[in-house]
């Protein structure tokens, strides 16, 4: 789609702005940012300024932008998600064990308990 006039292309230009940020502000209402968002948000802001610097060689900043943004979208949010995948297993096992440091703990404590009601021999 070609627009011609300068108003038009201002008026196009605040509604891609507008639903921009608007874009951003419901994405990030939801609570803290997971590692694969960050990863995701750090990964298109590289590869938009990445894209945009290769695009100005070849006279295309934009498209370049564009490119590099989406390219660094998607490997920012696999990097992140390997990253979050690691925080959840770190954690599962911290609970594990947790679990098991309690189980050892019940187990001595019955112990000590049988010992004390039976005499030795």
Do not use: W
């Not at 995701?40 to 590099?68: D, K, M």
């Not at 599962?92 to 005499?119: A, F, G, N, V």
């Amino acid at each position: 789609m070609k627009i011609k006039s300068g108003a038009a292309k201002k008026i196009f230009g605040m509604i891609a702005g507008g639903a921009l940020i608007s874009t951003l502000g419901a994405g990030c209402a939801g609570g803290p940012l997971t590692d694969r968002e960050k990863g995701a948000g750090i990964g298109a802001l590289g590869g938009a300024a990445v894209g945009g610097l290769i695009g100005s060689a070849v006279h295309h900043p934009a498209l370049g932008a564009a490119i590099g943004g989406g390219l660094g979208l998607g490997a920012g949010a696999l990097i992140g998600d390997q990253l979050q995948g690691r925080d959840n297993q770190a954690l599962e096992q911290d609970q594990q064990i947790y679990r098991s440091q309690q189980e050892i703990s019940r187990q001595r404590s019955e112990l000590d308990q049988l010992q004390r009601q039976t005499p030795e021999y």
